[in-house]
């Protein structure tokens, strides 16, 4: 199995790449994803997720730091791309994965760098 770390580069570089399918691959079938703005998706909502509402279009995820804990990785940086609607924009995040056995992601939680309160 890949290093933690090599799994979660994995992840934005499948991303990035804008291919859904082997994005999905990553997740485990009973995986879970947090996300602000969505409820928790579970399973088969993940893939359903990557594969069209997503309301991001094309980008990057430009990685400052990537922790790692045994089975657990937590990751920052900043996404720029575009949405969507035509919208550009440049965004910090912060996402919390925990890693089955198998190397895949059974968790995952993001959290955007926005003002909200």
Known sequence: MASVTEL?????????????DATSALFAADASYDRPGYP????????????????IESGAHSLQEILVD?????????FSGRLKDGTE???GFADFFL??????????????YRAAV
Do not use: C, N
């Not at 045994?70 to 900043?78: E, H, K, L, N, T």
């Not at 890693?99 to 955007?112: P, V």
């Open 8 to 20: 979660v580069k994995r992840y934005y570089t499948t991303v990035d790449a804008e291919d859904a």
């Open 40 to 55: 928790t998706m579970v399973g088969r909502q993940i893939t359903d997720f990557y594969h069209g509402e997503r309301v």
């Open 70 to 78: 045994g089975d657990r990785a937590s990751s920052r940086g900043v």
């Open 89 to 91: 924009t440049s965004v």
């Open 99 to 112: 890693f089955d056995t198998e190397g895949l992601i059974a968790e995952r939680t993001t959290y955007f």
